[in-house]
Structure formats: C-alpha cells, structure tokens
C-alpha cells in the first residue's frame, strides 16, 4: 500500500505572498517542482494552495511582543481567518519551550472556536512538509480516495468484529 504522507510525486499549484518570509518555502517547493505563483494580493507570509482549497500563515514566534498581546499580528490572523475558509497557521519556532507553548496556547484561545487549525513547526522544512501533506490530503482526487479507503476499513471492521457478529446473533 502507497504511503498518504508521500508528497513527492504530487504536484500542485502555490499562490505564495511576495514577503521575504515566504521566500526559503518558496525555494523548496520549487525545487519539488511545484507550479508557484507570487502575489502581492494576498496576506503578508500567506500561501494558498486553490486546488485543495487551503491557506497558511507562516509566523514566526519572535513577531508576538513579550506580553503575547500583539495586537496589529492579532488582526493580521483575524483577517486571514476571515478570508480563508480552511485556514492553518504554521507558528515557526527552532525550539519549544515554555514562552514557545504559553504562545501557543495564547492563539488557540484567541481563535478558539473559529476554523483556524494552529501548527507548531520548527524550520522551513516543516512548514513545506506540513503544508503538502495538508494540501495533498485535501485535494479533490486525494480526499475522495482517502473517504473510499475510510468506508472500506469501517466495513471490514465491521465484517470481522465479533461485538458486531455476536449483536447479529440477538435478536431485538
């Protein structure tokens, strides 16, 4: 059976923000042979990706200000959950420690309850890694397979389960 995780064979489209954040991302995705568009009209450190239908932010820990109420990247993500429907935010930190998970924790509360999906990542490498296996898994071809391997695994496991065999036997 072929690995779900396996991006190096897909190929997609990436609409990638013109900030320098976004620029060793870009690099990597174009070494990966992804198609990759740069725009100046979607948000700063932003990458979309239209065929799955999924967007990031890349923020990195050192923009949150010490008393983790920054304010101006507080709107910067309230605007990006606003615009994407299916929004992920990759928060980039080389390690984490307790500033790094009290950060953590600040932003999940703040969008709690919104469709904002937080992701901690330590380099560049994991937010490439991390946004092809979400971007894969959610594209049209690969979340239809994914939804057919599900409903066969449910079946089987309901054809060999002897909770399932023995509640056939009784009759109600």
């Known amino acids: 059976m072929a690995s779900h995780t396996n991006t190096s064979s897909w190929k997609t489209t990436v609409i990638i923000s013109t900030s320098p954040q976004c620029d060793e991302p870009s690099q990597i995705l174009l ?3 992804h198609r990759i568009r740069r725009s100046d009209s979607i948000l700063s450190s932003s990458f979309v990706f239209p065929l799955s239908g ?7 820990l050192e923009e949150f200000s010490c008393e983790l109420e920054n304010t101006e990247l507080f709107e910067r993500i309230e605007k990006f959950v606003h615009v994407h429907r299916n929004s992920f935010l990759l928060l980039q930190a080389p390690v984490y420690g307790k500033r790094e998970w009290e950060i953590f924790s600040s932003v999940q509360n703040r969008f709690l309850g919104c469709n904002l999906r937080v992701i901690p990542v330590h380099n560049t490498a994991d937010v490439v890694k991390g946004m092809l296996i979400i971007a894969k898994a959610t594209s049209k071809p690969n979340v239809e397979n994914l939804r057919d391997q599900m409903s066969l695994a449910c079946a089987q496991i309901i054809d060999h389960s002897p909770v399932w065999g023995m509640l ?3 009759e109600f």
Do not use: D
């Open 31 to 33: 070494a990966q042979q």
């Open 54 to 60: 999924t967007a990031f932010l890349l923020v990195t």
């Open 168 to 170: 056939q036997e009784r």
